[in-house]
């Protein structure tokens, strides 16, 4: 996904529902895709790659329902709508900072007919939003548990990257509990804790049905796992073809494959 930081012009942006500021402690990127921009806060958490490749895995039908779980910056909803022009989307966060920089980023985009942002704990997302509301729920959650690898010091960083206030378990039941039946679970995470989402996703009633592994390198092992699952189907799961992001590096530079290129309008090369 292309996203370049635009040079800051001005300090206020006019938009449809009022003025957006840009703080000192901001930067503003360009998504390279019908025009959308983000906001972003370096010193708390940036979106990666990940965010995009779910935004595309996700898949969402006229007049669905979409609920995005630990929206973040809201960029997942942001990204889907421009594909899904008739299709409306909730963003759940519950760190403050973050959803009220995601509501800024809807506004920004003048999409606030198109997406609402909730601050609200998952765990409670049935009862904030009622339960068997939506045709689609997305999540890119925190990836680490709790207790493994280095906590970052700073909470909001921790929050969205270990397990500190929701597990995989929570995630899935908040999933499930929201969905209709027939519901589609669409999710990104980390192979190494894919048996943990798998029992996640069965205890919570929903079905895996379709699994991509995303590569780095042709010859490297996978280091991001796409999942779909559908709340109350019946056992049948599809392993797709592997999606690789780079080819062969020239020095500091990764080049996209053709399908990266394809999937999101990109030329040329781009940093790692």
Do not use: W
């Not at 921009?37 to 940036?46: A, G, H, N, T, V």
């Not at 909001?156 to 929701?166: G, N, Q, T, W």
């Not at 995630?171 to 995470?189: D, N």
């Not at 996978?222 to 590096?249: D, Q, R």
Request: glycine residues 6%; proline residues 3%.
């Amino acid at each position: 996904m292309c996203n370049k930081t635009l040079e800051k012009r001005k300090e206020t942006y006019t938009t449809l529902s009022g003025e957006i500021s840009i703080e000192a402690d901001e930067r503003l990127d360009d998504l390279c895709k019908d025009g959308l921009m983000l906001i972003q806060k370096p010193d708390i958490f940036c979106f990666g790659m990940d965010a995009v490749l779910l935004s595309t895995f996700a898949k969402a039908g006229k007049s669905n329902k979409v609920l995005d779980l630990c929206t973040g910056n809201g960029v997942i909803p942001i990204l889907m709508q421009s594909k899904n022009k008739d299709t409306s989307y909730v963003g759940l966060e519950i760190q403050e900072v973050s959803a009220n920089l995601a509501a800024r980023n809807v506004s920004i985009n003048n999409l606030d007919d198109k997406i609402q942002i909730i601050k609200g704990d998952l765990k409670e997302a049935a009862q904030i939003l009622g339960d068997a509301s939506f045709n689609v729920v997305t999540v890119n959650p925190p990836y680490k548990k709790a207790n493994s690898g280095i906590v970052n010091p700073d909470s909001s960083k921790a929050i969205a990257r270990h397990e500190v206030l929701c597990d995989i378990d929570d995630v899935c039941q908040a999933a499930s509990r929201c969905l209709k039946s027939k519901g589609h679970l669409f999710m990104v995470h980390r192979p190494d804790r894919l048996i943990d989402i798998i029992m996640a996703m069965k205890k919570a009633h929903i079905e895996p049905k379709r699994i991509r592994m995303v590569h780095p390198y042709v010859d490297k092992e996978a280091n991001m796992v796409l999942i779909e699952g559908i709340k109350g189907a019946n056992s049948y799961m599809i392993v797709e073809k592997p999606l690789i992001v780079y080819e062969k590096s020239d020095g500091k530079n990764g080049i996209y494959t053709t399908e990266l290129l394809e999937m999101y309008g990109m030329t040329g090369k781009v940093d790692k």
